[in-house]
């Protein structure tokens, strides 16, 4: 299978705390994206990392790639209220599509 | 425009009713997907085009579903005779180019087949 495995699929957190999920993928990928859902909303582009990249920022955000190990890590630090989504990792191939997992719930607590 | 529009919110059809999915891409994006979501669950991959053109049509059903991106239109998912486990959330998504590009998302039409 293509899709990301994101894990664990489900995170209950204080806010102020750090949030860490992970997401492993099978096969040799282009780059890997997560993006963020609200309830019933549609999906946020949050960060992509491509392949020959193993670290990359944006705000709070940490995303981190181990091509090695077929994984990948999203850290969101000092986490708030509005941090509640779901959190979905797609491996990139090269025919386009993004090949998403099944979310990773997070509900961060005031 | 600068997001993806996608009509209608909500869609509601019988079994056995047509439905009709309608996407405005972000100008100056080549590339437009269709996705699949299933009470919140994992996205299915349905098609994509690049420009007019299907680049990847390998997660569509053979049956029953058909998409077009015509110039100058927005591009349409249509479903033939619905059924209802093909009550989901359809998303619509651009990206400027291929390969490494991240994509955009439209909000989504939330299909009810009763």
């Known amino acids: 299978s293509q899709q990301g495995e994101e894990d664990p699929q489900a995170l209950s957190i204080q806010e102020g705390e750090n949030a860490t999920m992970n997401c492993s993928y099978k096969?040799?990928?282009?780059?890997l994206q997560w993006y963020r859902q609200n309830s019933g909303r549609g999906l946020v582009h949050l960060i992509l990392?491509?392949?020959?990249?193993r670290e990359k920022h944006s705000g709070r955000l940490r995303v981190t790639l181990d091509t090695s190990k077929k994984s990948s890590s999203l850290l969101i630090t000092a986490s708030r209220a509005a941090d509640t989504a779901s959190y979905f990792c797609?491996?990139?191939?090269?025919?386009?599509?993004?090949?998403f997992g099944k979310g990773n719930q997070v509900v961060v607590i005031p | 425009g600068e997001e993806v529009a996608q009509t209608p919110k909500h869609l509601v059809r019988g079994e056995g009713q047509k439905a009709k999915l309608y996407c405005a891409p972000i100008?100056?994006?080549?590339?437009v997907f269709w996705y699949q979501q299933v009470l919140k669950n994992e996205f299915k991959f349905l098609i994509s085009?690049?420009?007019?053109?299907?680049?990847?049509e390998t997660g569509m059903p053979k049956e029953r579903f058909s998409a077009k991106c015509l110039p100058n239109s927005p591009c349409s998912l249509e479903i033939q005779a619905t059924k209802l486990e093909d009550s989901a959330v359809y998303f619509c998504?651009?990206?400027?180019?291929?390969?490494?590009?991240?994509?955009?998302f439209g909000p989504g039409t939330r299909l009810t087949v009763l």
């Open positions: 096969t040799s990928i282009n780059n």
């Open positions: 990392i491509r392949s020959n990249e």
């Open positions: 085009f690049q420009n007019e053109n299907v680049f990847d």
């Open positions: 100008k100056g994006h080549s590339y």
């Open positions: 797609a491996p990139g191939y090269g025919n386009n599509r993004l090949a």
């Open positions: 998504a651009s990206s400027h180019g291929s390969g490494s590009n991240e994509q955009f």
